[in-house]
């Protein structure tokens, strides 16, 4: 109750500069919690009418749909060499967060302007998903999981064990002893691998998150006696934090095909 009183008695004469770590509102209750929860019920809204449009023999929003989910199993298919099964498999999990992270990306310049442009104590309350280290660990957690699961599947346990552990192939000695270490090594990029998705994800939001909030304050308090026109000189840099959000996505859905891939195909 304490950092309630403590959110809503802020001082607001300078730009808003978000911690590191979530921040309460209410009891258990975080600001990233409230952008979830409002996340999921775009997600409910869109579904609804998502649902109504695919029935439909003709809709624009039907088009546009279909032609995403075209051309991101276009891109599956192609990235796991026409690999048809194995692609329509991991299509669900690598397309939705493809989606789910460029429009929780979004949320958050819409969020940020509604904060700027209207009231900015919406930015206390309403913190970018992407931009809490917890959100973007759990992505990364389920990422690792997945594709350490797609090598058990692919070598099965003994071949999994053997790769990571008692990689004892090759000739001589030397370049069995080698080989040992190498899988050590592999074995060691795993959780090197979530701190590496979690943090890339997390530190390019967090980031763009404090300099877009400094810039916009610097532009409306250099122009503030005249119109406020600071507003508008900063909406460059939210065009320009799109193409971010977009980069930020891809880089994910990317990373994850990348991953898969060797996954699949490195513990045969």
Request: hydrophobic share 55%; glycine share 4%; aromatic share 16%.
């Amino acid at each position: 109750m304490a950092q309630n009183n403590e959110l809503q008695t802020e001082s607001h004469s300078g730009p808003h500069i978000p911690k590191i770590q979530w921040e309460t509102v209410y009891g258990p209750i975080s600001n990233t919690n409230i952008t979830t929860f409002l996340f999921l019920l775009l997600v409910i809204i869109f579904a609804f009418f998502a649902k109504n449009a695919l029935k439909k023999e003709k809709s624009r929003l039907k088009t546009s749909i279909l032609g995403v989910v075209w051309a991101l199993d276009k891109n599956l298919r192609e990235s796991f060499h026409e690999d048809k099964k194995f692609s329509r498999s991991a299509f669900p999990l690598i397309a939705g967060f493809f989606v789910i992270i460029l429009f929780w990306n979004i949320l958050w310049l819409v969020i940020d302007w509604l904060g700027s442009s209207i009231s900015p104590n919406i930015l206390q309350y309403l913190r970018p998903m992407n931009s809490d280290l917890n959100t973007t660990l759990v992505l990364a957690l389920i990422t690792v999981i997945t594709f350490l699961g797609i090598a058990v599947k692919s070598s099965w346990v003994g071949g999994f064990t053997k790769w990571y552990l008692f990689n004892f192939s090759w000739d001589g000695l030397a370049e069995k002893c080698i080989n040992v270490i190498v899988g050590w090594l592999h074995l060691l990029s795993v959780p090197a691998t979530v701190a590496s998705l979690s943090l890339r994800l997390f530190w390019n939001i967090f980031a763009w998150v404090i300099l877009l909030g400094v810039i916009t304050y610097l532009w409306v308090l250099m122009s503030s006696s005249f119109f406020e026109v600071g507003r508008l000189l900063s909406v460059p840099f939210w065009f320009f934090e799109l193409l971010i959000a977009w980069i930020q996505a891809a880089v994910f859905y990317m990373l994850m095909i990348s991953y898969f891939n060797q996954s699949k195909e490195s513990h045969h």
